[in-house]
């Protein structure tokens, strides 16, 4: 059974960082694509980063320069580090995973395979 479990979210003011972490059981990482997405209240899911296979990396043009999309192979962790944060970047984050990326960016509609959250709020 496939589970994904992230971490590292909290409370931060604006221009500060965090990195999330997904940890995963039932999967290998370097063999799905793997994606970063968020949800505010009131708003739909959106894509945030993703990696794919070979550890090519693409991110929403909201979050570029800012966050980096990475994993651990041997500890079978994805991460998202994030930086300059600012207000507009507050919401639940999730990890997803699927067998491959099948867009350049990171749709949630791809993705079958979801943690559970952790959420990250930033104050001005």
């Known amino acids: 059974q496939v589970r994904l479990q992230e971490s590292g979210g909290g409370s931060v003011q604006a221009g500060g960082s965090l990195r999330l972490s997904c940890a995963a059981s039932?999967?290998?990482?370097?063999?799905?694509?793997m994606g970063w997405f968020r949800q505010a209240p009131g708003k739909e899911r959106e894509g945030v980063a993703r990696i794919d296979t070979r550890g090519g990396t693409s991110y929403v043009d909201s979050v570029k320069g800012r966050f980096t999309v990475s994993q651990d192979n041997a500890k079978n962790t994805l991460y998202l580090q994030m930086n300059s944060l600012n207000t507009e970047d507050t919401a639940m984050y999730y990890c997803a995973a699927a067998i491959r990326c099948w867009k350049p960016g990171p749709d949630p509609r791809d993705f079958p395979t979801w943690g559970q959250g952790t959420q990250v709020t930033v104050s001005s």
């Open positions: 039932g999967l290998i990482y370097s063999r799905y694509c």
